[in-house]
Every structure is written in structure tokens, then in C-alpha cells.
Nanobody, 126 residues
Framework: QLQLVESGGGLVQPGGSLRLSCAAS????????IGWFRQAPGKEREEISC????????NYADTVKGRFTTSRDNAKKTVFLDMTSLKPEDTAVYYC???????????????????WGIGTLVTVSS
């Protein structure tokens, strides 16, 4: 069983930056690609990034491309989401999720995830 815990959410002003962390409970996290998702009030959940199990490949939704960066430190069992130039429309609950992968460099998180964290709230407001 893989448990994921997000942290780092909070209130930030427009234009500001925030780093989210996703800590995994087991060393087998390096068998999993990790995705970041978000859900704003009244909206569908959105996949915003995915990183391969090695960290060598990642992809992003158009809504965050160029502003958000995902990375991972498998030795520390942690995946990060660095968010810059934040906008009010980035306000949402952010979740990390894991999907088993048999490829070191395939970042594919759009076909169902095996494990989910409980989420962390990011509020972008002045």
C-alpha cells in the first residue's frame, strides 16, 4: 500500500510562488509515475502535470505550462510541484497521485491512478 501526503498549500498573493510536496510512505515510490491534479470549487478535477518514475520526463497542462515545474527525489520519497506566477484561477485543492509504471521515462497519468493523497488547499488572492 502506497500512501501519499501533500503539504505546502496556503494563501499566496497573485504573482507569488509556492512549493507543494508529496511525500510517499514507501521506497517503492520509484516504481510509480506521479501526477499532480487540482480541483477548483464547482469544477472538474484537472490533471496538471505528470512525472515519470525516473524523473527524466514530465508533461504539463496548457493552463500551467511555463509556470509550474514538477520534480522528484526518489531517495527522499518526495515529489515536488513548484508553482510560480500564480493567478487567482489557480485556486484549488491540489492532489498528488501515483500510477504504477514499467517505464523509467514515460510520464503517463491520464489512464487511471492507483493511489491518491488527501489534497492541500492553495488559495491565490490579494
Amino acid at each position: 500500500q502506497l500512501q501519499l501526503v501533500e503539504s505546502g498549500g496556503g494563501l499566496v498573493q497573485p504573482g507569488g510562488s509556492l512549493r507543494l510536496s508529496c511525500a510517499a510512505s514507501t521506497f517503492i515510490v520509484d516504481d510509480y509515475a506521479i501526477g499532480w491534479f487540482r480541483q477548483a470549487p464547482g469544477k472538474e478535477r484537472e490533471e496538471i502535470s505528470c512525472i515519470s518514475r525516473s524523473g527524466g520526463s514530465s508533461n504539463y497542462a496548457d493552463t500551467v505550462k511555463g509556470r509550474f515545474t514538477t520534480s522528484r527525489d526518489n531517495a527522499k520519497k518526495t515529489v515536488f510541484l513548484d508553482m510560480t506566477s500564480l493567478k487567482p484561477e489557480d485556486t484549488a485543492v491540489y492532489y498528488c497521485a501515483a500510477v504504477y509504471s514499467d517505464s523509467d521515462n514515460e510520464a503517463k497519468c491520464d489512464n487511471g491512478m492507483n493511489y491518491w493523497g488527501i489534497g492541500t488547499l492553495v488559495t491565490v488572492s490579494s
